[in-house]
């Protein structure tokens, strides 16, 4: 892991180069910002839920296209230009660069969602009434944000070393998130899953729905089931871009 | 065997049912330069690629320094300076901000990676460029920043392929006094279809074809294992059935290798080889303008070129291979 660190600083800085992190952010803060002005218009009357609850609630929408900007260049463009040869006739391995990707894209992803802090500053400093926000669900939406993310950029990576074209890696990392955090949504209502044999496969599946996780977090429950949902995901999801890479040298 | 820097034994490399290497044996001594000739699809990047630990070869063991590449392929890296085939560089980087990491990687330490990056630039006629984006670079440009990236770390053997394709014969000089001077300290293999660039700084040529070795040697040796010593070409109008004892009589070893159809006025062009090295063409003058059967129009003694050994040698291995072919099908 010596070269881990000089992976990592180069990817961050080629991210802060890349157009497309922009691209992302500007339509990430717009997007939250947008959110963030209906939340001030609502809670001018009291509202059931809490703000945070109403801020995370669309959390995906901008995973759904963020995610996909900021990884779909890390391995496929290597790829394509075949910079992977130079880089992988050094000593470094490929656990390494696969790692040191998915740090740098990890890293910008959650200073994106940081930045979002700033509007909640913003209005504790100018209502300076400590009423309107209400620190726990915010600090369980941020966490939400932070575990969920270990896993979604970890599918961003995998999609990026399936295709060394970037657009394919962006479909593709689109719709393996999708799947993630919609279709599993679906998953327990379909009948067939009904039968004796496929209970445990229900009850697996149920535990896996992210929108409930999101709520737990911002209620402030923060289940070590669903913390290792995310870990042994994340985990498994960079294994698999590891092999990838590793199975498309071979075939090269 | 402490002075071999590359020991390549019985290498195979086949992918999916095709086989791209087929048993290449050959050693490369410290300080050497070799040259890698063969036509497209020969198997040399291939080879390249599994000495730099790239791809794991098949069959066959390859030590770098003595090292094996297959249990330590680590160390190796450490050890080689690679550029592979089409020069592949990241397009949003800086010449400088490039070689900086890629040394990093290479683990130079940085205290001495800014001075050893201004000495790299200065071999490579980078100065001037230093602070460009590499994806603006002109081709010659991008091809020095590739060469640069691989002496960068001073490594004991530099496996470089096709390093002057694309370059203007200026660039292909400063390329060739910049391989030259790594003559003696560290170990070079360059691929390359310019073959008189090969010849000129290269000690040592690997012919190969179809995944085999089909010649190895100094450019001189070839010449000589394949074509004969020397070869003579005369203009000749005449019977060339007579010519043979003619030629008998003034040295046992030459020999017609080609005989052309008689042009208008009746001359034929006649190659003839021969093992002597030295010069035959005043007695061979002296003989055939002494016979009234002859009329002689011209005699030139050709010098080969790698050129001629690379297709005499490529040639000849078709050859075994059609052979083998129609010894099948019986």
Redesign the interface.
């Known amino acids: 892991m010596?070269?881990f660190p000089?992976?990592l600083s180069?990817e961050i800085r080629?991210l802060l180069?890349?157009p497309s992190t922009y691209i992302a952010t500007v339509l990430f803060l717009g997007f939250m910002g947008t959110i963030f002005t209906r939340i001030l218009e609502e809670y001018s009357v009291p509202q059931e839920t809490s703000p945070a609850y109403t801020f995370f609630q669309l959390f995906f929408i901008p995973v759904f296209f963020m995610v996909p900007l900021l990884t779909m260049k890390c391995l496929a463009e290597e790829r394509r230009?075949?910079?992977i040869?130079?880089?992988?006739?050094?000593?470094?391995?490929t656990t390494e660069v696969v790692l040191g990707k998915y740090s740098a894209a990890y890293f910008v992803y959650i200073l994106l969602w940081g930045s979002t802090s700033g509007f909640f500053y913003i209005l504790h400093r100018f209502a300076g009434d400590a009423r309107f926000l209400d620190r726990g669900p915010l600090i369980g939406g941020y966490a939400f944000i932070a575990v969920s993310g270990l896993l979604f950029v970890a599918l961003g990576v995998l999609a990026s070393s399936l295709s060394r074209n970037q657009a394919v890696a962006f479909v593709l990392a689109f719709t393996m998130l999708f799947g993630v955090i919609i279709g599993l949504g679906f998953l327990p209502g379909l009948q067939a899953l009904n039968t004796e044999l496929l209970r445990p496969l229900k009850s697996a599946i149920e535990y896996a729905q992210v929108t409930q996780h999101l709520d737990d977090f911002t209620r402030g429950v923060i289940d070590t089931r669903q913390l290792l949902f995310y870990l042994s995901g994340t985990i498994l999801t960079l294994i698999f871009s590891i092999f990838t890479v590793e199975a498309k040298?071979?075939?090269? | 065997m402490p002075d071999l820097a590359i020991e390549v034994e019985h290498l195979v490399k086949t992918y999916a049912g095709m086989t791209a290497v087929n048993d290449i044996t050959f050693n490369v001594a410290k300080g050497e330069i070799l040259g890698f000739l063969g036509p497209n699809g020969a198997g040399k990047s291939t080879t390249m690629r599994i000495l730099t630990g790239y791809l794991p070869a098949t069959a066959g063991t390859v030590r770098i320094c003595g090292l094996p590449v297959a249990t330590q392929a680590e160390e190796v890296k450490r050890r080689i300076g690679y550029m592979p085939e089409n020069n592949p560089l990241p397009d949003d980087m800086r010449v400088s901000e490039y070689l900086y990491f890629r040394g990093r990687l290479k683990e130079i330490p940085r205290r001495k990676l800014s001075p050893r990056i201004d000495e790299v630039l200065e071999l490579c006629d980078l100065k001037r460029v230093r602070h460009k984006i590499i994806g603006k670079l002109s081709k010659g440009f991008r091809q020095r920043v590739g060469i640069a990236e691989a002496v960068l770390a001073e490594p004991p053997v530099i496996i470089m392929d096709e390093p002057t394709i694309g370059l203007d014969p200026h660039q292909i000089l400063i390329v060739r006094d910049l391989i030259a001077s790594l003559r003696g300290r560290m170990t070079v293999i360059i691929s390359s279809h310019i073959l008189p660039e090969i010849e000129m700084t290269c000690d040592r040529v690997l012919i190969i074809n179809g995944g085999r070795v089909v010649a190895q040697g100094t450019p001189d040796a070839l010449r000589r294992e394949i074509l004969g010593r020397c070869t003579y070409v005369l203009e000749l109008a005449g019977d060339p059935a007579a010519l043979g004892p003619i030629l008998m009589g003034i040295e046992p070893s030459l020999r017609i290798t080609s005989v052309s159809e008689p042009d208008a006025n009746g001359y034929r062009a006649i190659a003839l080889t021969t093992e002597r090295s030295d010069e035959l063409g005043e007695a061979l003058l002296r003989a055939l303008t002494a016979d009234n059967t002859f009329r002689l129009r011209a005699l030139s003694r050709a010098r080969p070129t790698l050129e001629d050994v690379f297709l005499a040698a490529t040639r000849r291995s078709w050859d075994v291979k059609s052979e083998d072919l129609k010894n099948a099908q019986k």
């Open positions: 010596k070269h000089t992976i180069h080629m180069v890349s230009l075949g910079t040869e130079t880089l992988l006739t050094t000593p470094v391995s040298l071979l075939h090269s």
